[in-house]
Structures are given as structure tokens and as C-alpha cells.
T-cell receptor, first 111, second 115 residues
Framework: DAKTTQPPSMDCAEGRAANLPCNHS???????VYWYRQIHSQGPQYIIH???NNETNEMASLIITEDRKSSTLILPHATLRDTAVYYC????????????FGTGTRLQVTL | GAVVSQHPSRVICKSGTSVKIECRSL??????MFWYRQFPKQSLMLMAT?????????EQGVEKDKFLINHASLTLSTLTVTSAHPEDSSFYIC???????????FGNGTRLTVT
């Protein structure tokens, strides 16, 4: 699986949009971009994933650049409960395809 | 949505004893489950891939005789930490995926403390 690069930490004011970037310049054509987050002492929570089109669900939006070498996770209205470590992972889909975690971005949402 | 249940959430055991951790997919069948370990302030490290009805595949550096994995059914995988030592104290997390193109979902983890 391709490696990803994320900033180690970010701050965001509550109520504002949180934009978390991820670089995956070596992504291959059949690899999806997945985002997970981990709140302290819990298992990772799936947020969203996409291949090349932008995606949106009830939690977040995922913007993937046209060349697919980078993406941005957008939390439209961050709350204190969104404070977590966010992981961007690229992965080939399939039942035997594992997720390899990097170091992620620690997002701190503040009042 | 897909739910993965892990039990127990916390366990304390004495050095030299064995501990079993269960991972269940509650509303889907999982042919493949993954076991991760996470030390404080570090990221998740994949330990092994558990395949229903066959032997698990271990990552490099993970002792298969120490971390026994059994995936006897499509909804249950177990990880047994044998002859536990204090250095095995960690946060163990399982994940599972339904057949087909779907995301991996994670359990809430088991915090193991070996005294």
C-alpha cells in the first residue's frame, strides 16, 4: 500500500470547518483513500473513503485532487467531540487487503 | 452500520498466564479479521491477519506461538496472548470486514495490563 503524509497536529475552533490534508503521491490506480479517526482509548472509527470522485456523508466530505496525489478531509462544523487522531490510509479494496496506519494528524478542537 | 464487538475491554493478568481476547462481527459475516496492537502515543501496528477456516498470517516480528489466533467461524476470531509478560501490556484492537468492497470496522479495543 502507498504511504501517506499528514501534518502531526492541527487546531480548529469549534463551529469552524476543519480541513485535514493528506499527501499520497505514490498512490496507484486501484487504491482507495480511506479516512479513520481514533478518539483516545477507543478503536478507530471509519469516516469516509473514495477512489477519485469527491464524497460526502453525514460525518464529513472527502476532496480528492484530480491527479489523486492528495486529498482533504473536511469536517464542516467541528465540535469538541471531533478531537481525535485522524488517519489517512490508501488501500486496495478486497477481503484480504489490510489497513496500514501511519502517524495521523492529532486534531484539537477548541472553544 | 457494521458493528465489531471486542471482549473484554480491560484485563489485568499476572506474568506467565494466558489471556484470550474475543472479536465478534455482530451484524455481518467476516471471512477476514485483523489484529492490531497499539502502544501509548504510537500508531496501530498490524500483528496478524485472521482468515476463517485457515491459519493466520503474521506480520514480521510477531511471534505466532505467543499470539495464538483462531478464526473458527465467520463471526468470531480470538487472540490468545500466551505466557504474558509485562512488555505485552498494550492496547489490542481487532477489525473485520464483510465480504466484498466494504470498509474495515474496528472493535473498541482491549487494554491488557500484565503485572
Amino acid at each position: 500500500d502507498a504511504k501517506t503524509t499528514q501534518p502531526p497536529s492541527m487546531d480548529c475552533a469549534e463551529g469552524r470547518a476543519a480541513n485535514l490534508p493528506c499527501n499520497h503521491s505514490t498512490i496507484s490506480g486501484n487504491e482507495y483513500v480511506y479516512w479513520y479517526r481514533q478518539i483516545h482509548s477507543q478503536g478507530p472509527q471509519y469516516i469516509i473513503h473514495g477512489l477519485k470522485n469527491n464524497e460526502t456523508n453525514e460525518m464529513a466530505s472527502l476532496i480528492i485532487t484530480e491527479d489523486r496525489k492528495s486529498s482533504t478531509l473536511i469536517l464542516p462544523h467541528a465540535t469538541l467531540r471531533d478531537t481525535a487522531v485522524y488517519y489517512c490510509i490508501v488501500r486496495i479494496t478486497g477481503t484480504a487487503s489490510k489497513l496500514t496506519f501511519g502517524t495521523g494528524t492529532r486534531l484539537q478542537v477548541t472553544l | 452500520g457494521a458493528v465489531v464487538s471486542q471482549h473484554p475491554s480491560r484485563v489485568i493478568c499476572k506474568s506467565g498466564t494466558s489471556v484470550k481476547i474475543e472479536c465478534r462481527s455482530l451484524d455481518f459475516q467476516a471471512t477476514t479479521m485483523f489484529w492490531y496492537r497499539q502502544f501509548p502515543k504510537q500508531s496501530l501496528m498490524l500483528m496478524a491477519t485472521s482468515n476463517e477456516g485457515s491459519k493466520a498470517t503474521y506480520e514480521q516480528g510477531v511471534e505466532k506461538d505467543k499470539f495464538l489466533i483462531n478464526h473458527a467461524s465467520l463471526t468470531l476470531s480470538t487472540l490468545t496472548v500466551t505466557s504474558a509478560h509485562p512488555e505485552d501490556s498494550s492496547f489490542y484492537i481487532c477489525s473485520a470486514m464483510a465480504r466484498g468492497d466494504s470498509p474495515l470496522h474496528f472493535g473498541n479495543g482491549t487494554r491488557l495490563t500484565v503485572t
